[in-house]
T-cell receptor
């Protein structure tokens, strides 16, 4: 399995500010993803974090709002920019291990925007 | 697009078996997964099944896959109060290699 460290675990932020979430994995992974889980909802894929290049965003998500970095195989960041209360959600990092088809999730970052 | 559906709620008594169902539309699925989410926690991978299998058993968990009907189920034997959680079915599409999640089933175990 993989140990995924996601920081911060929770935060309360003011409208208009930005928050950067970090994801660190203890194993070599092929793919890293960022998901959003709105209150009482299922998970929605935001983007695939690509090493050394721009992330691949899903429909409805844009780089200006959710810039993502992945400088190496085991680390990625997601920034939630210019936040509004509608961004209050759980944001989850997820990885697929090399030579495996198993996808693991971090514990998530619980974000509340006032 | 691909779709994954689950019933929203299931209530069982402690000691009974629970069966959580899932249907999907992507016929090119490669792997199907079951995740558990306890209140305030992230997602815990419970089990997964490759699309060319029809059953997988892991201790109290039994996964059944009917690929023809695109139906997946998770059976939990001897359900305990600690099994109370939301259970998500997820499907890895063969074309996109992305994980598509179901709506989640809230399992409530009555003592």
């Amino acid at each position: 399995s993989a140990v995924i460290s996601q920081k911060p675990s929770r935060d309360i932020c003011q409208r208009g500010t930005s928050l950067t979430i970090q994801c660190q994995v203890d194993s070599q992974v092929t793919m890293m993803f960022w998901y959003r889980q709105q209150p009482g909802q299922s998970l929605t894929l935001i983007a695939t974090a690509n090493q050394g290049s721009e992330a691949t965003y899903e429909s409805g998500f844009v780089i200006d709002k959710f810039p993502i970095s992945r400088p190496n195989l085991t680390f990625s960041t997601l920034t939630v920019s210019n936040m509004s209360p509608e961004d209050s959600s759980i944001y989850l990092c997820s990885v697929v291990l090399i030579q495996k088809n198993i996808q693991y999730f971090g514990a998530g970052t619980r974000l509340s925007v006032l | 697009g691909e779709d994954v559906e689950q019933s929203l709620f299931l209530s069982v008594r402690e000691g009974d078996s629970s069966v959580i169902n899932c249907t999907y539309t992507d016929s090119s699925s490669t792997y199907l997964y079951w995740y558990k989410q306890e209140p305030g926690a992230g997602l815990q991978l419970l089990t997964y099944i490759f699309s060319n299998m029809d059953m997988k058993q892991d201790q109290r968990l039994t996964v059944l896959l009917n690929k023809k009907d695109k139906h997946l189920s998770l059976r939990i034997a001897d359900t305990q109060t600690g099994d109370s959680a939301i259970y998500f079915c997820a499907n890895r599409g063969g074309a996109t290699n992305k994980l598509i999640f179901g709506t989640g089933t809230l399992l409530a175990v009555q003592p």
